[in-house]
């Protein structure tokens, strides 16, 4: 990958990493998210999308100077097949309120081959957001008006270090769990 034209990594993200308890920097966190959880009412979804930024800051901070870029994306609100479990009332609405498949892909391919994006950014999502340089109120990364990509500030974790603690503790974790089945 280091040898290709500007690689890139995109890390599929999503507004939900706000509603993780992104103050959790440990190894036991992310190895207990990290497991099967059987019955457990413990969802591992916002915890996972967050963990995919972190990914990117780590990826970032490990191999940006070899010339890899990493950018996380959250696609929207998407009015796809994964709300096939949800009742049957509600796909009408969705289908008015949310993006579409096209509209839902543009922050994953913007943050795949576009030339023009910042080069500091970090995180893409599609609404239009007041002040993208503050972290957006999650409403309005959810439901808002569709801009294709805007690179925006993500929620990250309060470690001190803008996620990078985390990120490092989280990529340690990965290791070790890979190094135990491999």
Request: proline share 8%; charged share 20%; aromatic share 10%.
């Amino acid at each position: 990958l280091l040898a290709a034209y500007k690689p890139r990594v995109v890390n599929l993200s999503s507004v939900m990493h706000h509603f993780c308890q992104a103050d959790r920097h440990d190894e036991d966190y992310w190895t207990r998210h990290a497991m099967f959880h059987g019955n457990e009412s413990v969802s591992s979804y916002s915890p996972s999308k967050l963990a995919a930024l972190l990914f990117t800051i780590e990826l970032n901070r490990r191999y940006r100077s070899k010339g890899l870029r990493s950018i996380a994306v959250n696609p929207g609100a998407v009015n796809s097949d994964i709300w096939r479990g949800h009742p049957r009332f509600l796909i009408p609405i969705f289908r008015l309120l949310y993006l579409n498949n096209q509209q839902g892909s543009h922050t994953s391919v913007a943050a795949s081959v576009s030339d023009d994006l910042p080069e500091d950014a970090l995180y893409l999502q599609p609404y239009y957001q007041p002040k993208p340089s503050m972290v957006p109120f999650p409403p309005l990364e959810m439901l808002g008006v569709f801009v294709g990509h805007l690179a925006t500030r993500p929620r990250l974790p309060q470690d001190g270090s803008d996620g990078q603690l985390s990120g490092q503790v989280l990529w340690e974790t990965s290791e070790k769990l890979l190094a135990s089945v491999l």
